[in-house]
């Protein structure tokens, strides 16, 4: 089975604080992907990476960055932590941007409360 | 990117069959179907995907009509633990994954 493993399942941070989010996969994947999810949102797209130190913006990326030096890596980084960014954050990934059938392996998330 | 419309809620009570709709009017040629079923404080889990006419695994089945505007889910004698959100995803590998509100289901006893 794939992995998908988010380094911290709870996590808090003050306002102002640099956070990082990491996620790694196990399976070779290509491509890897930062959702977050609110309550009556459902899940947004922040970045997606289709290889190595490429990245593509979601459909929210303000106030996000991501860096993926390795291709089992995806961080998602951000900056300056403001309270707007309390959510649930999901890393994913998919085996192959070629194929027409994507199928997306999640990790279990991480809860990042910013007080 | 094909818009998906699906019911915000369901309920359904143990040991039924439910069917869940999605529509999605502007489907492309290359695009497929794709449904995730989350539960609570987890990530998605894909269930099952297809392309045209039926497609059918040890959860779940999926139909599809031959125009392709709309699918269907349909989960055979669904149980307490089936209560989860479950997401219907159009698309290829040249789109951004996008995922809607999904469809709240809930089981009751």
């Known amino acids: 089975d794939v992995k998908v493993t988010q380094s911290s399942r709870y996590l808090v941070k003050r306002t102002g604080e640099k956070v990082f989010l990491e996620c790694v996969q196990d399976?070779?994947?290509?491509?890897m992907f930062w959702y977050r999810q609110d309550p009556g949102l459902g899940l947004r797209l922040i970045y997606f990476?289709?290889?190595?130190?490429?990245?593509e913006k979601g459909d929210i990326p303000e106030g996000y960055s991501v860096s993926r030096e390795k291709k089992e890596r995806f961080s998602l980084i951000l900056e300056s932590a403001s309270t707007n960014q309390t959510s649930m954050y999901l890393c994913?990934?998919?085996?192959?941007?070629?194929?027409?059938?994507?199928?997306?392996?999640f990790g279990s998330g991480t809860q990042l409360s910013v007080l | 990117l094909a818009k998906t419309t699906q019911p915000i809620s369901m309920d359904s009570y143990e040991g039924q069959e439910v069917n869940i709709t999605c529509s999605h009017n502007n489907i492309a040629t290359n695009d497929y179907i794709t449904w995730y079923q989350q539960f609570p404080s987890q990530g998605p889990r894909f269930i099952i995907q297809?392309?045209?006419t039926k497609v059918t695994n040890e959860v779940a089945s999926l139909f599809i009509p031959a125009d392709r505007k709309s699918s269907t889910l349909s989960l055979p004698r669904v149980s307490l633990s089936d209560t989860a959100v479950y997401y219907c995803?159009?698309?290829?590998?040249?789109?951004?994954?996008?995922f809607g509100k999904g469809t709240r289901l809930h089981i009751l006893p």
């Open positions: 990476s289709y290889d190595v130190k490429m990245k």
């Open positions: 399976m070779d994947h290509e491509n």
């Open positions: 994913a990934s998919s085996l192959d941007g070629g194929a027409t059938n994507e199928k997306l392996f």
């Open positions: 297809g392309y045209k």
């Open positions: 995803l159009v698309g290829d590998w040249d789109d951004k994954i996008i």
